[in-house]
């Protein structure tokens, strides 16, 4: 039974760029929920979808958007990078939005 | 103020120790607690998860929660070096609701 999985694993991004990271829920899971951890720190809440839609949001930017798909997939989308946004982006997955959540490995991004 | 509060660390102990993790928060209305444990450079793994104040226990580790002092903790018996790690808790108000984490301690159990 495969874990919540997240791709890609490490990048390199330039200030001004845009970025795609993309993540599978576990298997029977269907909401999403997405995660910046900086080094160092607990992580922040971004976003929760759960049937396509974006349910809850952080205290984060409109350059962080994100999108389900019918399939539970998400991905979360970073416009204008800032060097203050290179973190450790965690996907996490649940049964619904009320549940216990499970985190994949995460996405590094390094912004420069 | 942090609504979760965590001491830094690192924390260090010898193996075969009784580990003491704690959590402060400032929100009375949280209601769901939850412990994690993340290695370096991966995702957070689920140990604990608790509801209500108390004690709950699973293997080597046990949870305790006191609302009313608004303080969790997470025990670990009989340390290893494999758990080594940080441990981070999480809590929120309502099912449904996302939740808060606290930054983190840092344990290293030495062999």
């Known amino acids: 039974d495969a874990g919540v999985t997240q791709s890609p694993t490490h990048l390199i991004k330039t200030r001004g760029q845009q970025v795609t990271l993309r993540c599978s829920p576990k298997s029977g899971h269907d909401t999403v929920s997405w995660y910046q951890q900086a080094l160092g720190q607990g992580p922040q809440f971004i976003f929760q979808y759960y049937e396509e839609e974006e349910r809850q949001r952080g205290n984060f930017p409109d350059r962080f958007s994100g999108h389900q798909f019918p399939n539970y997939s998400s991905e979360l989308n970073v416009n204008a990078l800032l060097l203050g946004d290179s973190a450790l982006y965690l996907c996490?997955?649940?049964?619904?939005?009320?549940?216990?959540?499970?985190f994949g490995e995460g996405s590094w991004l390094t912004v420069v | 103020q942090k609504e979760v509060e965590q001491d830094p660390g690192p924390l260090s102990v010898p193996e075969g120790a009784i580990v003491s993790l704690n959590c402060t928060y400032s929100n009375s209305a949280f209601q769901y607690f939850m412990w994690y444990r993340q290695y370096s450079r991966k995702g957070p793994e689920l140990l604990m998860y608790t509801y209500s104040s108390g004690n709950k226990e699973d293997g080597r580790f046990t949870a305790q929660v006191d609302k009313s002092s608004k303080y969790i903790s997470l025990f670990i018996r009989d340390s290893q070096p494999s758990d080594s790690a940080t441990y981070l808790c999480a809590m929120r108000r309502n099912y449904g609701q996302n939740f808060v984490f606290g930054p983190g301690t840092r344990l290293s159990v030495l062999p």
């Open positions: 996490a997955s649940s049964e619904e939005p009320g549940n216990t959540i499970y």
